[in-house]
């Protein structure tokens, strides 16, 4: 107090405990978070005895090993680690890093049974989306299985958010402004044939998709190979 400011070497480490799977939100850039498996439920606390047990032991086992320092100043990429990561992206945020990064997987899993739909009693938001985005993802389907790289219009990736996230407003305006707070910057491009706004975007697909794709483009390849 009423002392002037000093830089000291920081040698301090926390670690977190907390009930809840997302203690802390950790960024995909971070590189300060070691995380340790979830126990969902509680665990009896030992004995004061067995604790003192344990202790010479984890002494000795300390002792035993040499220190990698390079190793502690690393952070380790495990799957606990991406789960919590994954807890704290947002539909929005993983929609717009899928059309950004050419996830067509994702996307063409989010698809909406076509009986489902058709069957549907009454025309809901949701069903009319689900309807404009299957067509949508099965006329990109043709074009990538040709030709991955190719453009994606604001007004595709307006259906796409309106389908995977829901309660988005249309107006060209507020989808731009919506993509760039997600990292998808729009420029002018030209889509079939006319000058719009969109992305460049190269497909990426896995081969099981690209089989799926190429049998319900071609039905009678099925018929051939069970003849």
Same mark, same amino acid.
């Given at each position: 107090?009423?002392?002037?400011?000093?830089?000291?070497?920081n040698?301090?480490? /926390?670690? /977190?405990?907390?009930?809840?799977?997302?203690?802390?939100?950790?960024?995909?850039?971070?590189?300060?978070?070691?995380?340790?498996?979830?126990?969902?439920?509680?665990?009896?606390?030992?004995?004061?005895?067995?604790?003192?047990?344990?202790?010479?032991? /984890?002494?000795?086992?300390?002792?035993?090993?040499?220190?990698?320092?390079?190793?502690?100043?690393?952070?380790?990429?495990?799957?606990?680690r991406?789960?919590?990561?994954?807890?704290?992206?947002?539909?929005?945020?993983?929609?717009?890093?899928?059309?950004?990064?050419?996830? /067509?997987?994702?996307?063409?899993?989010?698809?909406?049974?076509d009986?489902?739909?058709?069957?549907?009693?009454?025309?809901?938001?949701?069903?009319?989306?689900?309807?404009?985005?299957?067509?949508?993802?099965?006329?990109?389907?043709? =074009?990538a299985?040709?030709?991955?790289?190719?453009?994606?219009?604001?007004?595709?990736?307006?259906?796409?958010?309106?389908?995977?996230?829901?309660?988005? =407003?249309?107006?060209?305006?507020?989808?731009?402004?919506?993509?760039?707070?997600?990292?998808?910057?729009?420029?002018?491009? =030209?889509h079939?044939?006319?000058?719009t706004?969109?992305?460049?975007?190269?497909?990426?697909?896995?081969?099981?998709?690209?089989?799926?794709?190429?049998?319900?483009?071609?039905?009678?390849?099925?018929?051939?190979?069970i003849?």
């Amino acid at each position: 107090m009423r002392q002037s400011t000093i830089d000291a070497p920081n040698y301090a480490s /926390f670690l /977190f405990s907390s009930n809840r799977p997302q203690p802390v939100y950790i960024p995909p850039t971070d590189r300060r978070y070691n995380v340790g498996n979830y126990q969902p439920n509680k665990l009896a606390r030992p004995d004061d005895e067995i604790v003192a047990n344990e202790l010479e032991k /984890f002494a000795q086992w300390l002792l035993a090993h040499k220190a990698d320092v390079q190793a502690a100043n690393m952070i380790e990429e495990t799957e606990a680690r991406n789960l919590i990561q994954k807890l704290g992206i947002s539909s929005v945020q993983e929609t717009c890093t899928a059309m950004k990064t050419g996830d /067509f997987d994702k996307l063409w899993l989010s698809m909406t049974d076509d009986d489902l739909i058709n069957r549907a009693p009454v025309q809901t938001a949701h069903t009319i989306n689900a309807a404009a985005y299957n067509m949508l993802m099965k006329n990109i389907a043709e =074009r990538a299985i040709v030709e991955p790289k190719m453009t994606l219009s604001r007004d595709e990736m307006a259906i796409i958010l309106m389908y995977n996230v829901g309660n988005i =407003r249309p107006e060209p305006n507020r989808i731009t402004s919506l993509l760039r707070h997600n990292g998808v910057e729009t420029k002018q491009i =030209r889509h079939n044939g006319k000058k719009t706004y969109g992305i460049n975007v190269e497909w990426m697909m896995s081969d099981e998709i690209r089989d799926e794709i190429t049998l319900m483009l071609n039905p009678k390849s099925k018929l051939r190979k069970i003849k």
